[in-house]
């Protein structure tokens, strides 16, 4: 009797150590048989494309606003490769680049009739003393060059925003008052955004091409 139940224990084991054999070997099987799957499926040209190192990348954003500046601008592109520069570093870029145009056609040597100067309009009768007292610029010249003009620029604005909460509001302060400035920086921003929505469906019919 205790020969045949340790006889039938044996079986038992044999039986399950096959079925955990099998089971193990199955679940090999099906993983093997996913990773072939995964790499032999075809990928998608557009998903491809995207990949690569040129799309996603900041030039594809980055190209179409020069190419606008040049459309708006008799400036070389190195000017406007670095107006386009410092704009990107300020938070604010396309704002500061709709301003820009709406000033100076992005001209940084520019001074209006009211005595505004450079890319951004600044006038040193009303903000140079306050510029300087924040080392933002050193002098009058300062606002003539690209850097100096721009960091006045977005110094100003913020200053505007600060106090008004409100865009249109500060455009208006910014402007000295001007109804139709607000009007004409959105017209600008606008642009903008159409420049760069077009450039991004150009990318995406090229990558699924």
């Not at 099998?22 to 990928?43: D, M, Q």
């Not at 040209?45 to 954003?61: F, I, W």
């Not at 020069?66 to 570093?89: D, G, R």
């Amino acid at each position: 009797m205790l020969e045949d139940i340790l006889e039938g224990l044996r079986l038992m084991k044999g039986r399950l150590v096959s079925a955990v054999g099998y089971l193990f070997l199955g679940s090999v099987l099906i993983a093997g048989l996913a990773l072939i799957n995964e790499a032999t499926a075809p990928v998608g040209p557009a998903v491809a494309d995207l990949h690569r190192s040129d799309y996603g990348s900041k030039e594809v954003t980055r190209q179409p606003i020069l190419e606008w500046m040049k459309e708006n601008s008799t400036m070389p592109e190195q000017v406007l490769s670095k107006i386009y520069s410092m704009a990107m570093n300020s938070g604010k870029a396309d704002l500061i680049l709709a301003i820009c145009l709406v000033e100076s056609n992005f001209n940084p040597h520019v001074e209006s009739d009211k005595g505004a100067i450079g890319l951004m309009g600044i006038m040193p009768g009303v903000w140079l003393d306050e510029l300087k007292a924040h080392g933002i610029v050193k002098g009058q010249e300062d606002l003539y060059i690209i850097s100096g003009n721009m960091r006045s620029g977005i110094y100003v604005l913020e200053s505007y925003l600060a106090r008004t909460n409100n865009l249109t509001e500060a455009l208006s302060r910014y402007s000295g008052g001007d109804p139709s400035y607000a009007a004409r920086v959105r017209r600008a921003l606008g642009e903008i955004s159409r420049a760069r929505h077009s450039e991004a469906q150009l990318y995406l019919a090229r990558a699924q091409n």
